[in-house]
């Protein structure tokens, strides 16, 4: 099994920044892609950013230029520099990786269990 736990959320003034951590851990053959999604109250959880494990990157519109998604393949790791936060930037958010847990098995959805950001003065 392969576990996610995120880290780094948290309130913050408009035009603040976080950075949010997930870090994977268990038994891990692989990880393909990572990412971040978030969910507002009332709507569907939306992608924010993923990574892939060669490092390209691919963003929602309404964060591009704000958000910045990297990894670190020898940590796990996978982070959201996230700069110029705004009011409809609070969700939960959650990190997402496609791995294996074992040579033999097939890739899976991993998630963690959400980190609150709110953005708020």
């Known amino acids: 099994q392969v576990h996610l736990v995120e880290s780094g959320g948290g309130l913050v003034q408009p035009g603040g920044s976080l950075r949010l951590s997930c870090e994977a851990s268990g038994t891990i053959f692989s990880i393909n892609s990572m990412g971040w999604y978030r969910q507002a109250p009332g709507t569907q959880r939306e992608l924010v950013a993923s990574?892939?494990?060669?490092?390209?990157?691919n963003y929602v519109d309404s964060v591009k230029g704000r958000f910045t998604i990297s990894r670190d393949n020898a940590k796990n790791t996978v982070y959201l520099q996230m700069n110029s936060l705004k009011p409809e930037d609070t969700a939960v958010y959650y990190c997402?990786?496609?791995?294996?847990?074992?040579?033999?098995?097939?890739?899976?959805?991993?998630w963690g269990q959400g980190t609150q950001v709110t953005v708020s003065s």
């Open positions: 990574i892939a494990v060669g490092g390209s990157t």
């Open positions: 997402k990786a496609d791995a294996r847990s074992r040579s033999y098995l097939p890739i899976s959805a991993y």
